[in-house]
């Protein structure tokens, strides 16, 4: 009479433990609002599910919910002042005898006439330094080694790759993938101006892989940019907006379309960077922020005649780029 009921024993046994809570986070749903009842009959039929950075959502529903709270969040955020250099460029280049005090002088004081240029820009303009004398300082200035050469290939070869950074951030921080050594997964990334150490943290987290900052001639990489400006990159998108309902919809679209394994969230400056893997490939949805809030408030201004608004909006542009 056992071994009749053992059969029945064991089919119990194991419909419990199959219905039973779980914290393990690749087949429990993250979602507070997702009932018990469903996450077990999503684990039944085997649905694959989605990660958001690195927490397991059931169904598309539960991640669009998900996401919404995370968009919130990141919109909240107050972006943190860029710290001050830890030793000034021209005070740095004197003490490496390639400038005078009387030229850094002149360079300050036609920043102070012209205003939106970089100081190493001035010593440029001026005659006073080569850019390779700038980007060497510059180097210094920030503890990083200089890049002599840049493989693209490592932004361009497959949107699955680790360099697979949107272009509109690239350009913003006026950085570029240098190299990527497979071996310690570590993406090297080259800045022209400031080294942001906040946006190297969120490519991180984003892409799931180690970075490193190095150093490269402004210019050149300004050129890099403009160069990949007319490349075909169809897994960029780009969507000016603030607007918390905007992005949801814009965001459970793309996600009801593509079916992404994995999505990752992160902030950078003004952009809000969306990440959507699926298994073939990944497309990056981008956010721009400050855009969207200089054009609203050029929107709210009361009428103006096009001379007067114009210098407004170029302003608010160039204060953005520098």
Not at 85 to 102: E, F, Q, Y
Not at 112 to 135: H, M, N, P
Request: positive net charge; contains cysteine.
């Amino acid at each position: 009479m056992s071994t009749l009921r053992h059969p029945l024993a064991w089919s119990a046994d194991w419909i419990k433990r199959r219905l039973a809570p779980t914290s393990d986070p690749k087949t429990a749903c993250a979602l507070p609002s997702c009932s018990e009842l469903k996450r077990h009959w999503t684990r039944l039929h085997s649905q694959p599910g989605a990660l958001l950075d690195g927490r397991f959502y059931c169904r598309p529903q539960c991640l669009e919910k998900a996401l919404v709270g995370h968009i919130s969040r990141l919109l909240a955020m107050t972006q943190p002042l860029p710290p001050p250099n830890r030793i000034p460029l021209g005070l740095l280049m004197v003490a490496r005898g390639k400038l005078t005090h009387t030229e850094v002088r002149a360079a300050l004081e036609a920043q102070r006439r012209g205003s939106y240029c970089k100081i190493g820009d001035w010593f440029e303009k001026l005659g006073f330094a080569t850019e390779q004398d700038v980007t060497a300082a510059l180097a210094l200035q920030w503890g990083c080694p200089v890049v002599s050469s840049f493989d693209l290939a490592v932004d361009l070869a497959g949107v699955g790759s680790p360099g697979a950074i949107p272009l509109p951030i690239l350009e913003a921080f006026q950085m570029l993938p240098a190299n990527f050594a497979t071996a310690t997964n570590t993406l090297y990334l080259a800045f022209g101006e400031r080294v942001d150490h906040a946006a190297l943290y969120a490519i991180e987290r984003t892409l799931g892989c180690r970075t490193q900052p190095c150093v490269a001639g402004r210019k050149r990489i300004s050129r890099q940019i403009e160069s990949l400006r007319h490349t075909n990159r169809p897994n960029d998108v780009e969507f000016v907006t603030h607007d918390l309902g905007e992005m949801a919809r814009i965001a459970s679209s793309y996600i009801n379309r593509l079916s992404p394994e994995q999505t990752h969230i992160s902030r950078l400056g003004h952009f809000i960077w969306l990440r959507l893997q699926a298994r073939s490939a990944a497309t990056n949805l981008v956010f721009n922020l400050q855009r969207a809030l200089a054009s609203s408030r050029i929107s709210s201004l009361p009428s103006l005649s096009l001379p007067v608004a114009a210098p407004m909006l170029l302003d608010v542009c160039t204060q953005a780029h520098d």
